[in-house]
């Protein structure tokens, strides 16, 4: 099993594992029939206890393999620098986040303020292979390393109260020079329910590919949810903050009728205009299927009994 547990505090650069050694090393273990991509903490000397964790591997399906960097680094939605894919890893190169603080607060028995630092410190950090799935019709599968969401959040001890999670971006037009335009409401509001945001695949990501986060992946810290569209993976999260009433979402609020607040990924519902059925892996020239919650339908579709689903898009 591939399973990379380590506190980012303390690894040295000579550990930090090349693209190129690591998709090798990945491929030989493909051929060797070995589980790859899964996920399982039980017995892993720092795993804490609690329901954070994920009760079964999680698996890429046969055919599919990690995207590389350079695709992954180099085809970037994040609208604080530019709408243009392609020219967001050019604009973030000389951007450095830090210093940073995060800060957990809202309905919440403890308010909490992080730095990137502490959070490694705090939780070993995991490796974990996420298909993305783009509302667009694109799709990549990126190993990303992390934290569960939960882990990290259950520590400021949410009220009987809160029944949302809101994430915030930034807000500093110096540095993301996109926020000089309205393309929209600023600063990148995001949301999930609270059984959403404590679900185990809901992850906090620290890096990728072994290596710390690349800005236009949303460094310091960005949320990978995979069975939901992308803009609902929030990049360079400043503040989280539980809530009682459902928040305004900057999507949802910039066109309601095609980004709904829940954002799951659904073959059958089309957006307005165009069909969400199939997807463009990036990398690939023919189209795929898209899968009922891109594929993990197993882990999450109880969250969602009884919700029309076409309605609640
Ligand atoms: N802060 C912020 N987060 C964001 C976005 C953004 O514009 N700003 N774009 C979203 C969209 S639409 C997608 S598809 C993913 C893309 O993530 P990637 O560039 O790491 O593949 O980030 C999401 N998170
Ligand atoms: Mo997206």
């Given at each position: 099993?591939?399973?990379?547990?380590?506190?980012?505090?303390?690894?040295?650069?000579?550990?930090?594992?090349?693209?190129?050694?690591?998709?090798?090393?990945?491929?030989?273990?493909?051929?060797?029939?070995?589980?790859?991509?899964?996920?399982?903490?039980?017995?892993?000397?720092?795993?804490?206890?609690?329901?954070?964790?994920?009760?079964?591997?999680?698996?890429?399906?046969?055919?599919?393999?990690?995207?590389?960097?350079?695709?992954?680094?180099?085809?970037?939605?994040?609208?604080?620098?530019?709408?243009?894919?392609?020219?967001?890893?050019?604009?973030?190169?000389?951007?450095?986040?830090?210093?940073?603080?995060l800060t957990v607060e809202g309905e919440v028995a403890k308010p909490l303020s992080f730095e990137l630092d502490d959070v490694l410190r705090l939780h070993p950090v995991e490796s974990r292979i996420y298909r993305l799935r783009c509302v667009e019709g694109w799709s990549m599968v990126?190993?990303?390393?992390?934290?569960?969401?939960?882990?990290?959040?259950?520590?400021?001890?949410?009220?009987?109260?809160?029944?949302?999670?809101?994430?915030?971006?930034?807000?500093?037009?110096?540095?993301?020079?996109?926020?000089?335009?309205?393309?929209?409401?600023?600063?990148?509001?995001?949301?999930?329910?609270?059984?959403?945001?404590?679900?185990?695949?809901?992850?906090?990501?620290?890096?990728?590919?072994?290596?710390?986060?690349?800005?236009?992946?949303?460094?310091?810290?960005?949320?990978?949810?995979?069975?939901?569209?992308?803009?609902?993976?929030?990049?360079?999260?400043?503040?989280?903050?539980?809530?009682?009433?459902?928040?305004?979402?900057?999507?949802?609020?910039?066109?309601?009728?095609?980004?709904?607040?829940?954002?799951?990924?659904?073959?059958?519902?089309?957006?307005?205009?165009?069909?969400?059925?199939?997807?463009?892996?990036?990398?690939?020239?023919?189209?795929?299927?898209?899968?009922?919650?891109?594929?993990?339908?197993?882990?999450?579709?109880?969250?969602?009994?009884?919700?029309?689903?076409?309605?609640?898009?």
């Amino acid at each position: 099993m591939l399973i990379r547990v380590n506190s980012r505090a303390c690894v040295q650069p000579s550990e930090i594992t090349p693209e190129s050694v690591w998709r090798e090393r990945r491929r030989f273990m493909t051929r060797a029939g070995l589980a790859i991509g899964s996920v399982a903490l039980a017995g892993l000397p720092h795993a804490r206890a609690g329901d954070c964790r994920l009760p079964n591997p999680i698996r890429l399906r046969d055919g599919e393999q990690p995207n590389t960097l350079q695709e992954i680094a180099g085809y970037n939605n994040f609208y604080e620098f530019s709408p243009d894919k392609k020219a967001v890893a050019h604009l973030a190169r000389d951007v450095t986040p830090q210093p940073w603080k995060l800060t957990v607060e809202g309905e919440v028995a403890k308010p909490l303020s992080f730095e990137l630092d502490d959070v490694l410190r705090l939780h070993p950090v995991e490796s974990r292979i996420y298909r993305l799935r783009c509302v667009e019709g694109w799709s990549m599968v990126i190993p990303w390393d992390g934290i569960p969401l939960c882990s990290l959040v259950s520590r400021a001890q949410p009220t009987s109260r809160a029944k949302y999670v809101r994430f915030v971006g930034p807000h500093d037009p110096k540095v993301y020079i996109g926020q000089r335009r309205s393309s929209l409401q600023w600063p990148y509001t995001e949301a999930l329910t609270i059984a959403e945001a404590m679900h185990p695949l809901s992850f906090l990501v620290t890096g990728l590919y072994g290596k710390p986060l690349p800005i236009q992946n949303g460094a310091p810290l960005r949320l990978a949810v995979p069975w939901k569209y992308g803009f609902k993976s929030i990049k360079a999260i400043a503040q989280i903050r539980f809530e009682e009433q459902r928040p305004q979402t900057s999507w949802t609020l910039a066109s309601p009728s095609e980004y709904g607040f829940y954002g799951n990924v659904n073959p059958d519902v089309p957006h307005p205009r165009w069909t969400q059925a199939r997807e463009t892996r990036i990398g690939e020239l023919k189209a795929r299927p898209t899968l009922p919650f891109n594929g993990y339908a197993d882990e999450v579709a109880q969250l969602y009994a009884g919700l029309d689903l076409r309605a609640n898009y």
